[in-house]
DNA sequence: GCGGAATGTCAACGTTCAGCGGCATGCAAT
DNA sequence: ATTGCATGCCGCTGAACGTTGACATTCCGC
């Protein structure tokens, strides 16, 4: 359980707190852990493990940082979600 | 020029601020055109772009959603640049 | 160079946030 | 059942946000 987690797509701020939730879960810290080695409170954390929209975004960069989490924008071409390991394998996608 | 952008790695709200220019221009949008998709100011957009960082995340989201930047959140394991494809090919969530 | 558009920036205002302290709930282990 | 920890939530305060409207500056085409 919590071992592994996999490449996440966000697009809402509920997406987000699941994701910085399974990530934090992964590592196996505590909501109180994690926001004091990010620098924030746990009262924060915790709204935005949540989905808070209107929590500032610095805060939240510290806060994937520590969790070793990188972010990574990618334009909308052809894929669809996630990456394409149909692609990436090679296979005739038609 | 700003034909195509590519994937962005994001660590501080300034890189955060860069991607967004970078995919905007690439959509040959103006701020206020932007801004008025995003259902933001353009004020708003304008200090964003350049690293504010307590800006709200929701917001953020938003204005990504219309850039067609979907975000991408990567354990940073063993992983070096791209991702780690015989890791990939290899999970077994028992 | 000129003119217009795009962008940066400021002040005022109302709204909302983050921090703090505390308390209630839920869950696991004893 | 009781203890202990993790988490959610409340009120309060001070600080910072986002919006609006305006003005200054920069950029780009002509």
Known sequence: MFKYVGIMR?????????????????LRL???GL???AGVTRTWLSSV????PGAEVGMILRTLDVLD???DLQ???PRHGGF???ALLG???G
Chains 1, 2 share one sequence.
């Open 69 to 71: 989490l990188a972010i």
């Open 30 to 32: 505590t909501q109180a």
């Open 84 to 86: 394409d390991l149909d």
């Open 35 to 37: 926001a004091a080695r």
């Open 10 to 26: 966000v697009r809402t701020s509920r997406d987000l707190g699941a994701a910085i939730r399974q990530a934090r879960r992964s």
């Open 49 to 52: 493990e949540n989905g808070k």
């Open 91 to 93: 296979v005739d996608d």
């Open 75 to 77: 334009p909308a071409g």
